[in-house]
């Protein structure tokens, strides 16, 4: 159980355009997802905290605007990048809590790697 | 900001030798959690340490905390060549986990 699947797993796009992340909670109900970049050999970097049914909460330096998150239901969750960049090509991983028992155990997404040309 | 801080922050082994990783932290935190990520791939939850454990054990991973200390170690035993990855320890107050920079294990055949 717990599964947490992302799409696209990858995707290479030009500058200028936008692209959609999915992450979705297959088998439970996720009160909270994250959205997490990742830099090659790097940690990841918590980007924003999106709750159902609310506006997410981003994290100092991550732009609103230029990174869409829309948690539109218990087990879904999206990100766009609005207007990509090359640099905004990054590893792009999302985890949901179901907070079960008051735990802040996440489960996390096989990432979608985006590679802005 | 970052709360877990592992080290070291490689370790080369051969197959067979324990591992182990240490994870220091700041604040106070109810739990405790480390993760393994394969090159390229998402993060696998591996144990949860609560605040008020000292030691626990799952399979060939062993974790222990001392809270008076702000530590946490990650043994793994009798390591095998598909341990080689990158192990993170995070640590929880809230909803939101920070992490830190990740330790690369790599185990020779």
């Known amino acids: 159980g717990a599964v947490v699947s992302q799409h696209p797993s990858w995707v290479i796009c030009k500058s200028g355009t936008s692209v959609k992340i999915e992450c979705r909670s297959l088998d439970f109900q996720a009160t909270t997802m994250f959205w997490y970049r990742q830099f090659p050999k790097q940690s990841l970097m918590l980007m924003a905290t999106s709750n159902e049914g609310s506006k997410a909460t981003y994290e100092q330096g991550v732009e609103k605007d230029k990174f869409l998150i829309n948690h539109a239901s218990l087990t879904l969750s999206t990100l766009t990048v609005t207007s990509a960049h090359p640099e905004d090509s990054s590893f792009y991983i999302c985890?949901?809590?179901?907070?079960?028992?008051?735990?802040?155990?996440?489960?996390f997404g096989p990432g979608t790697r985006l590679t802005v040309l | 900001s970052q709360q877990g801080e592992e080290d070291p922050q490689a370790l080369s082994i051969q197959e067979g030798e324990n591992a182990t990783m240490n994870c220091s932290y700041k604040?106070?935190?109810?739990?405790l959690q480390w993760y393994r990520q394969n090159s390229g791939r998402g993060l696998v939850h591996l144990i949860l340490?609560?605040?008020?454990?000292r030691e626990k054990h799952s399979g060939r991973l062993r974790v222990t905390l001392d809270t008076s200390k702000k530590s946490s170690s990650l043994l793994i035993t009798a390591s095998r060549a598909a341990d080689t990855a990158s192990y993170f320890c995070?640590?929880?107050?809230?909803?939101?986990?920070?992490f830190g920079k990740g330790i690369t294990l790599s185990v020779r055949p």
């Open positions: 995070f640590t929880g107050a809230n909803s939101k986990l920070t």
């Open positions: 985890s949901a809590s179901p907070g079960w028992q008051g735990s802040n155990e996440q489960f």
């Open positions: 340490i609560r605040s008020n454990e």
């Open positions: 604040t106070s935190i109810n739990n």
